[in-house]
């Protein structure tokens, strides 16, 4: 079938809207016609290859939409269900069998690499092969997802919200209550107030976290961050962070989550902590990125970690997600703007911008 996209021709390039051919869907594959898609910080990433994808590629990997064809194989995903796209793994290697698939073996290949798992091409212009990104590409009115990619949600939430589930907010709530799991009380500072950031901000609040604290250089996301659920608030560009919180605090905090992918930042996070203090790493930056530490701040019993994606199982973990939403325990569609596929380069200098915390490319209708 024929439909439109946004495509990533080289490096650097402005996104293009086009035509682009799409293959049916092969077994465990399914076919879904896209609602909204929300556009992240790693597709940005990957259009400037500071993460090397394939290119032209369409990218896009906060995919919610509707079912509209299964491939042979698929029995528990049928015609007409609303579903959010997340990430790729390939269901047999320890870290899928052991479920976490989010350490699968072959994640990069599969969400990075630019194809399926077997090694083709569902996207075509003209005679050329269109890479695929995180087993969705979602910058498009459909696409072609394997079925672990896909998690089925209720109808009874607006689908075009639900994209940066598959993502972004699990992936910052989950550092959260997936990784860390805090008792209540305790204390947790988030750097950087994205999607990413506020998301670990409402998954602290839904934690009983007792002091929750913000940093940004930015006012007015230090505003809303307040709203879901900060207790405190730092601005960077005027204040000594690590001083600031353990004016706070007195000792330092017990945990800390770095969500703005800059260095110095990971170095403030790590040395902020109280003793048994853990730093969570949930922001990429461009490969080879190096960060300084202080062996000292480490050696007295505190922790640095990497994290991937929510670090829980997405058909579980995001329908709970959906659940606090509709109880007002987790009020993510306060970050989201909505754009048209056509208005997707505008959407990503407004996110550049910061003016803009969450885009969303409405693409159709349920």
Do not use: W
């Not at 465990?28 to 898609?37: F, H, N, P």
């Not at 092969?129 to 109808?155: C, E, I, M, T, W």
């Not at 976290?209 to 560009?237: F, P, W, Y």
Request: some cysteine.
């Amino acid at each position: 079938m024929k439909a439109k996209a946004a495509v990533t021709f080289g490096k650097g390039e402005p996104f293009r809207i086009t035509d682009i051919k799409i293959d049916d869907p092969k077994p465990g594959e399914v076919l879904v016609r896209l609602v909204g898609t929300g556009i992240c910080h790693t597709d940005l990433l990957a259009q400037s290859q500071a993460y090397p994808v394939p290119l032209p590629a369409v990218l896009g990997h906060e995919g919610a939409g509707v079912i509209e064809k299964v491939g042979l194989g698929v029995t528990h995903i049928e015609v007409g269900d609303h579903v959010v796209l997340t990430y790729s793994s390939c269901g047999t290697c320890g870290g899928c069998l052991s479920g976490k698939a989010y350490a699968c073996e072959h994640f990069y290949d599969l969400n990075f690499g630019g194809k399926m798992k077997d090694g083709t091409c569902r996207l075509h212009k003209d005679d050329q092969d269109l890479s695929n990104f995180f087993g969705q590409s979602s910058f498009a009115y459909y696409s072609v997802a394997s079925v672990r990619n896909v998690v089925k949600v209720p109808k009874d939430v607006p689908l075009e919200m639900l994209g940066p589930l598959g993502c972004g907010v699990q992936t910052g709530s989950g550092a959260v209550l997936n990784k860390l799991k805090p008792s209540p009380g305790t204390s947790i500072v988030v750097f950087g107030t994205g999607t990413v950031g506020l998301s670990a901000i409402m998954g602290a609040n839904v934690a009983h976290c007792g002091i929750i604290i913000a940093v940004d250089i930015q006012e007015s996301r230090l505003e809303l961050a307040k709203e879901m659920g900060a207790t405190h608030t730092i601005n960077a560009k005027d204040q000594n962070v690590v001083e600031e919180i353990m004016k706070i605090t007195k000792n330092g905090v017990n945990y800390a989550i770095e969500s703005s992918g800059r260095p110095e930042n990971s170095r403030f996070a790590v040395d902020s902590l109280a003793v048994l203090g853990t730093t969570v790493q949930v922001a990429g930056a461009a490969l080879g990125t190096e960060v300084s530490l202080d062996i000292n701040t480490i050696l007295f019993e505190r922790n640095y970690k990497g994290f991937l994606m929510g670090e829980g199982v997405p058909q579980l973990y995001i329908p709970m997600l959906i659940e606090l939403y509709k109880q007002g325990k987790f009020p993510f569609d306060k970050l989201i703007n909505y754009y048209t596929l056509e208005q997707i380069n505008d959407a990503i200098q407004d996110t550049k911008n910061g003016t803009t915390i969450k885009a969303i490319l409405k693409l159709g209708e349920v």
